[in-house]
Nanobody, 121 residues
Framework: QVQLVESGGGLVEPGGSLRLSCTTS????????MAWFRQASGKEREYVSV?????GRIIKLSVKDRFTISRDNNTVWLQMNSLEPEDTARYFC?????????????????WGRGTQVTVSA
């Protein structure tokens, strides 16, 4: 069973930066897709970015100039710059073992508990 643990969230002022980390355990071989999703209060969970072992990267269009995903084996990071109040949400790491690289949360069987990001003055 794959366990995912996110860290790095917090309270930051608009324009600030945060770096989220997601570490894994319970699986020795390389995971296929590792993704970041976020869910704001009262809203559906939405895709942010995904990374594959081969260097593939997909990122949500609305954040592509501010957010960067990186990955080393089964650890993934999300560097978030120029944060805006609209980025306030709980950020979740998700993973799958094989197959395509979905942006739908239903495509990911393994999830962390999330880390809260609050952007406010």
């Amino acid at each position: 069973q794959v366990q995912l643990v996110e860290s790095g969230g917090g309270l930051v002022e608009p324009g600030g930066s945060l770096r989220l980390s997601c570490t894994t355990s319970g699986h020795s071989s390389t995971l296929k897709s590792m993704a970041w999703f976020r869910q704001a209060s009262g809203k559906e969970r939405e895709y942010v970015s995904v990374a594959t072992p081969g260097g593939g990267r997909i990122i949500k269009l609305s954040v592509k100039d501010r957010f960067t995903i990186s990955r080393d084996n089964n650890t993934v990071w999300l560097q978030m710059n120029s944060l805006e109040p609209e980025d306030t949400a709980r950020y979740f790491c998700a993973a799958r073992l094989a197959g395509p690289t979905p942006t739908n949360p239903d495509g990911y069987p393994f999830w962390g508990r999330g880390t809260q990001v609050t952007v406010s003055a």
